[in-house]
Antibody, heavy 120, light 108 residues
Framework: EIQLVESGGGLVQPGGSLRLSCAAS????????MNWVRQAPGKGLEWVSY????????YYADSVKGRFTISRDNAKNSLYLQMNSLTAEDTAVYYC?????????????WGQGTLVTVSS | QSVLTQPPSASGTPGQRVTISCSGSSSNIGSYTVNWYQQLPGTAPKLLIY???QWPSGVPDRFSGSKSGTSASLAISGLQSEDEADYYC?????????FGGGTKLTVL
């Protein structure tokens, strides 16, 4: 069974940091580009970041540029998101999501999400 | 305020056909393919339509997508109660993934 399982979410104070992880099973993420997508409570989907199969190409949404860092370890079949200088606006469920090369909008697999709450 | 504009809500009765629109511009829909996602309450999104009008394995052909110029549409025929969900259009523009604001579909 193909699965993406996120972890690392939780409550953090404004200005704090958090590292999210996403472990894949049932397929090799080395064949896929990977994304983080978030959803604030009661709101729509917002793309956060993209990383290509070999980490040669990385993109960020303007809202997180300079604060978040995406990375991957294909040997561990895992994706990561380092989040620094967190604000209340970063409160959301964060989804790990995979897309085939050549079609970045076709997200085949999604994790169940991990909730990040930024609050004092 | 999303770059892709969707109506916030839509509704229909069982068996009816409903359409959800997604309006963009020449820099997104006009230049790239459109994908659609379904998000049932409390769950992760699920790919419904990709590359404007293609079905992933397992998605019934009651769902169909189309694109014309800078707009796209998702049509659902033979509406069922389990179709009640949020629907999002999305475009990958080679450096970012842009989502529409989402449409909440209610089955009356």
């Amino acid at each position: 069974e193909i699965q993406l399982v996120e972890s690392g979410g939780g409550l953090v104070q404004p200005g704090g940091s958090l590292r999210l992880s996403c472990a894949a099973s049932g397929f090799s993420i080395s064949s896929y580009s990977m994304n983080w997508v978030r959803q604030a409570p009661g709101k729509g989907l917002e793309w956060v970041s993209y990383i290509s199969r070999r980490s040669t190409t990385i993109y960020y949404a303007d809202s997180v540029k300079g604060r978040f860092t995406i990375s991957r370890d294909n040997a561990k079949n895992s994706l990561y998101l380092q989040m620094n200088s967190l604000t209340a606006e970063d409160t959301a469920v964060y989804y790990c999501a995979s897309a085939p090369p050549g079609n970045g909008g076709k997200i085949d697999y999604w994790g169940q999400g991990t909730l990040v709450t930024v609050s004092s | 305020q999303s770059v892709l504009t969707q109506p916030p809500s839509a509704s229909g009765t069982p068996g009816q056909r409903v359409t959800i629109s997604c309006s963009g511009s020449s820099s997104n829909i006009g230049s790239y393919t459109v994908n659609w996602y379904q998000q049932l309450p409390g769950t992760a999104p699920k790919l419904l339509i990709y590359s404007n009008n293609q079905w992933p394995s397992g998605v019934p052909d009651r769902f169909s997508g189309s694109k014309s110029g800078t707009s796209a549409s998702l049509a659902i025929s033979g509406l069922q109660s389990e179709d009640e969900a949020d629907y999002y259009c999305a475009v990958w523009d080679d450096s970012s993934l842009v989502f529409g604001g989402g449409t909440k579909l209610t089955v009356l």
